[in-house]
T-cell receptor
Framework: NAGVTQTPKFRVLKTGQSMTLLCAQDMNHEYMYWYRQDPGMGLRLIHYSVGEGTTAKGEVPDGYNVSRLKKQNFLLGLESAAPSQTSVYFC???????????FGPGTRLTVT | AQSVTQLGSHVSVSEGALVLLRCNYSSSVPPYLFWYVQYPNQGLQLLLKYTTGATLVKGINGFEAEFKKSETSFHLTKPSAHMSDAAEYFCAVRTIIQGAQKLVFGQGTRLTINP
């Protein structure tokens, strides 16, 4: 039982490049979330999903897209990276039983 | 809409001293409240939570928090700080928007422990 995993752990992109971050959970959770963490701003919700095949915008969705083709996976895409997207990205899934969010270890992204 | 305010972005205490991290929330419905800890270069780990019932909640690593409805607070305490407690702490409140539950996080408090 690995919980929530994220790949890659680190990535450096040039402005305009694209990439996809993968989040996987093995707890059969319906809800999954993508956050970004920036100094002094806590965690801000980018997009979330309430189940397979569904996604919705969070607090800061611009510049990002997501897909939830399989229940256990939640992908975050950057089509054209910008320096403002330099951040640490966290994925989380939530248990409908105890309402706890389980977080992945994070992906540190730098856009130059 | 629910929101969370953490008072103090940095708190510094001596080893063995009381730890007090402050969190106030606003919520139009009975809140579910959480404290998470983040160690350097790691994800967030749940410390404790309040949903219903007893207002004094005990968590891992000797931490506890008390839900005070009249003060809209959920402060985190630990009687005696240990060097390993140095981390960033986040308070969060659960919100439900259009049937979907989310967590709203405070800005975080970085705890430093002085030897």
């Amino acid at each position: 039982n690995a919980g929530v995993t994220q790949t890659p752990k680190f990535r450096v992109l040039k402005t305009g490049q694209s990439m996809t971050l993968l989040c996987a959970q093995d707890m059969n959770h319906e809800y999954m979330y993508w956050y970004r963490q920036d100094p002094g701003m806590g965690l801000r919700l980018i997009h979330y999903s309430v189940g397979e095949g569904t996604t919705a915008k969070g607090e800061v969705p611009d510049g990002y897209n997501v897909s939830r083709l399989k229940k256990q996976n939640f992908l975050l895409g950057l089509e054209s990276a910008a320096p403002s997207q330099t951040s640490v990205y966290f994925c989380a899934s939530v248990s409908a039983v105890n309402y706890e969010q389980y977080f992945g270890p994070g992906t540190r992204l730098t856009v130059t | 809409a629910q929101s969370v305010t953490q008072l103090g972005s940095h708190v510094s205490v001596s080893e063995g001293a009381l730890v007090l991290l402050r969190c106030n929330y606003s919520s139009s419905v009975p809140p579910y409240l959480f404290w998470y800890v983040q160690y350097p270069n790691q994800g967030l780990q749940l410390l404790l939570k309040y949903t219903t019932g007893a207002t004094l909640v005990k968590g891992i690593n000797g931490f506890e928090a008390e839900f005070k409805k009249s003060e809209t607070s959920f402060h985190l305490t630990k009687p005696s700080a240990h060097m390993s407690d140095a981390a960033e702490y986040f308070c969060a409140v659960r919100t439900i928007i259009q049937g979907a539950q989310k967590l709203v996080f405070g800005q975080g408090t970085r705890l430093t422990i002085n030897p």
